[in-house]
């Protein structure tokens, strides 16, 4: 059988696509280490090697990829959406802080020396 896209594990938020797929398919969805499938139907194209949600996942929502944290939405997609740059940002630079957390002003309390 011909995989459309596949999971690294059973536990992970999206799946990769292995082939150009289109809005509308309607695929099973197998993980590299076996165990559970996923059937969804697609809500849009989704290009090869990119990912596709194997369930709603909110704004907000820490992504699982290879049994791993990788990201998180910054917007919400549907099971079955197309999963990429415009709607979840790598957890590599985002630690869940509002961006202005952490900084210091230089001109707090005088110089800076």
């Known amino acids: 059988m011909a995989h459309r896209a596949l999971a690294h594990k059973s536990t992970d ?20 280490e076996g ?3 996923h059937r969804i139907k697609l809500l849009e ?13 909110p704004e907000g929502h820490v992504v699982i ?3 791993e944290k990788v990201g998180r939405m910054t917007k919400p997609v549907k ?3 197309y999963v990429h740059v ?6 590599r630079w985002d ?5 202005a957390e952490g900084r210091k002003s230089k001109t707090r309390g005088g110089s800076d020396a």
């Open 86 to 91: 415009h709607n979840i940002r790598t957890l």
């Open 65 to 67: 990829e290879y049994g």
């Open 95 to 99: 630690y869940g802080k509002p961006k």
């Open 45 to 57: 194209d989704i290009p090869l090697g990119h990912k596709i949600a194997l369930k709603d996942l």
């Open 35 to 37: 165990g559970k499938t």
């Open 79 to 81: 099971k079955g959406g």
């Open 13 to 32: 938020d999206v799946a990769i696509a292995v082939a150009d797929l289109k809005a509308g398919e309607e695929l099973t969805i197998h993980s590299l």
